[in-house]
């Protein structure tokens, strides 16, 4: 039997790992719900602020759990969108899977 701390680490090692390096504060300090941040895979429709890099590898997680993951971690820093600027298969990671890179933004919508 595989002890309960171990198999925390072993199930928290196969989701998502994502990062952040900020460019700038968000305008207003706020936490946006990771519901509520919107992924655009073009330039959005209003004008926006960029706020920092975000970087997800997806490991052995599913696509909706990054997505899921990188929505929460921008929310917190102020963002309600993320601009998806590149996507690949990382095949010479032991992992696999897919990284993703994107930049957090507040749109200033009227």
């Known amino acids: 039997m595989i ?3 171990t198999l925390l680490v072993l199930l ?14 968000a305008p207003s300090p706020r936490v ?8 655009f895979a073009i330039t959005p429709p ?3 602020v960029e706020l920092g890099l975000v970087d997800a590898a997806q ?5 909706a759990a990054t997505m899921a993951a990188m929505r929460a971690r921008v ?3 102020g963002a309600d969108g993320l601009l998806m600027i590149d996507h690949h298969h990382r095949r010479l990671h032991r992992d696999g899977g897919v990284a993703y ?3 957090a933004i507040v749109q200033q919508c009227n």
């Open 46 to 48: 209003c004008p926006f």
């Open 3 to 5: 002890p309960t701390r």
């Open 101 to 103: 890179r994107a930049i």
């Open 32 to 39: 946006v719900p990771a519901d509520a941040v919107e992924v």
């Open 12 to 25: 928290a090692a196969c989701g998502p790992s994502v990062s952040y390096t900020p460019f700038r504060a």
């Open 59 to 63: 490991g052995y997680a599913s696509t």
């Open 75 to 77: 929310g917190r820093h």
